[in-house]
């Protein structure tokens, strides 16, 4: 399986990127059968909201991944393992992993 390592260290002259989750990025949470493209959140608990089966989900993504690779059962294209931090109004928020794809717009110089 192929990797591509992700991050850089200007200091040691290396190139590469970083990868930043963005409105638009697609997400998959481990246990979906189906992933969602994230949209804007309206309220300021949190940054993004994905469609699910019961209505609009309000999520933070943050990556984890050190690499991207082609995810196991997700068709072909770059992906990175992300945290998925479920953000409920008057609950406590909520951890999960899954995966993210990786466009060119998650891409960060």
């Not at 246990?31 to 300021?44: K, M, S």
């Not at 993504?61 to 995810?71: D, H, I």
Request: with cysteine.
């Amino acid at each position: 399986m192929w990797r591509t390592k992700i991050g850089k260290d200007w200091d040691a002259g290396q190139t590469g990127y970083d990868v930043v989750p963005q409105v638009g990025s697609w997400v998959k949470p481990d246990g979906w059968n189906y992933g969602a493209y994230t949209i804007p959140c309206e309220w300021d608990g949190a940054e993004f909201r994905i469609p699910g089966n019961y209505g609009d989900y309000s999520l933070d993504v943050e990556v984890t991944g050190r690499c991207t690779r082609q995810a196991p059962g997700l068709s072909s294209g770059n992906y990175v393992r992300v945290k998925i931090t479920w953000v409920r109004e008057d609950e406590p928020n909520v951890p999960d992993r899954g995966w993210m794809e990786v466009t060119q717009k998650e891409m960060v110089r």
